[in-house]
C-alpha cells in the first residue's frame, strides 16, 4: 500500500511547540509515514499573505521531533537552499539523519519571493545556478570529510564538513516542475518532489521528461515523491482540470491511487489553506484519516 505524509502546518497564530508535537503524534499513532514541514527565513508581507506569521523553523523543529516520535521520516518541503550557506546545510541534514535514526529526508528548492531573497541579502535572480552550485557543494561534504570549491562569492579551502552521513548521503527530495528543476532531480535527487503538480502534466509531460533526463544522464530514475492538497469538498468535482487532492474523499482516494499507478510509493498530503485563515485541526485530522480509511476500504 502507497505510503502517506502530512503536511503539517509550522506557521500561523495556531501553531506553537504543542501544536507541532500534537500533529506529529496524530501523523504516528493514525500510521501516516511521514510529516513535512515547510520553510521560510524572513517572511516578508507576500510570504505572510500565503504563511501568516509566526514561522517556526523546519530543521529546528524537525531535530526536536525526531526525539519526539520512533517511526516518521520527518523531512522539509521545501528547504529554499539559497538562503543557508551550503555547508551549514549539509552539517545540519547529516546530523538530523544521524540522531534520527535515518528518518529524515532534505527537500530542497529554488524559494519564490523576490521580497524574501532581498530581506537576506540572497540572489533571487541566480536562485537556480546557484542551488545547484550549492547542492553540489553538499552532496560532496556528504562523502568527504574536507572540501575545497571555487563559487562566485564563496571560496572552500580544505574546510572540514562533517560529520559525513552513513552510507554518504542523505534522502534528497528535489521540488520544482520546471526543466532545470527535473534535471536537478536527476543529478542530485534520490527523489523528485513536485508540488501540485497537474494530473495530466505529470502522467504526458513530467514523469516522461524525468525518465528521459535520467537516460540521458545514465542513472536511475529518481523516486517519485509528490505533494498535493487534501481538500476534501460535500459535492463531487467533474472533469480532468480538477487539481490533485480536491473534491470528495473517494475523489482524493482516487487521486493518490493515481499517483501510486504512477509509482509515487510516498505521497504527501497537504491540509494547508491557500490564503491564510482560521484552522480547525481537529477537522482536518479527521479529513486525512477519511482518506486514509478510503484507501484501506477501497472506496
Same mark, same amino acid.
Given at each position: ?26 501523523? !504516528? ?17 507576500? @510570504? ?21 516520535? !520512533? ?44 521580497? !524574501? ?39 572552500? =579551502? ?15 527530495? @528535489? ?74 474523499? =473517494? ?49
Amino acid at each position: 500500500m502507497t505510503r502517506l505524509g502530512i503536511n503539517v502546518p509550522n506557521f500561523g497564530p495556531q501553531t506553537d511547540a504543542a501544536a507541532l508535537l500534537a500533529w506529529a503524534r496524530f501523523a !504516528e499513532s493514525s500510521g501516516f509515514a511521514a510529516v513535512v514541514l515547510s520553510d521560510h527565513v524572513a517572511p516578508t508581507a507576500e @510570504v505572510t499573505e500565503v504563511y501568516p506569521p509566526p514561522f517556526y523553523d523546519p530543521l529546528t523543529a524537525i531535530g526536536w521531533l525526531a526525539g519526539q516520535t !520512533e517511526h516518521l521520516l520527518l523531512a522539509t518541503s521545501v528547504l529554499v537552499v539559497p538562503y543557508r550557506h551550503p555547508l551549514l546545510t549539509a552539517r545540519v541534514a547529516a546530523m538530523l539523519a544521524e540522531i534520527s535514526g535515518g528518518r529524515f529526508a532534505l527537500g530542497v528548492g529554488v524559494g519564490w519571493s523576490p521580497t !524574501e531573497f532581498a530581506a537576506i541579502g540572497a540572489d533571487y535572480e541566480r536562485r537556480g545556478p546557484i542551488t545547484d552550485q550549492y547542492l553540489n557543494v553538499i552532496t560532496t561534504a556528504w562523502r568527504q570529510p574536507r572540501i575545497n570549491a571555487e563559487l562566485p562569492g564563496l571560496r572552500l =579551502t580544505d574546510v572540514s564538513t562533517g560529520p559525513n552521513p552513513a552510507g554518504g548521503s542523505v534522502p534528497l527530495w @528535489v521540488g520544482g516542475s520546471a526543466g532545470p528543476a527535473i534535471r536537478r532531480a536527476v543529478r542530485f535527487g534520490t527523489a523528485w518532489h513536485p508540488i501540485n503538480p497537474d494530473r495530466s502534466w505529470l502522467e504526458q509531460t513530467g514523469l516522461p521528461a524525468l525518465r528521459r533526463e535520467s537516460q540521458h544522464a545514465g542513472v536511475p530514475v529518481p523516486d517519485l515523491v509528490p505533494r498535493i492538497k487534501c481538500r476534501p469538498a460535500a459535492a463531487s468535482t467533474a472533469g480532468r482540470d480538477r487539481p490533485l487532492g480536491v473534491g470528495t474523499i =473517494t475523489q482524493i482516494a482516487c487521486d493518490v491511487r493515481f499517483l501510486a499507478g504512477l509509482g509515487a510509493d510516498l505521497i504527501i498530503l497537504d491540509p494547508n489553506p491557500d490564503t491564510p485563515r482560521p484552522r480547525d485541526y481537529a477537522a482536518e485530522r479527521n479529513d486525512l484519516l477519511a482518506v486514509q480509511a478510503a484507501l484501506t476500504n477501497h472506496v
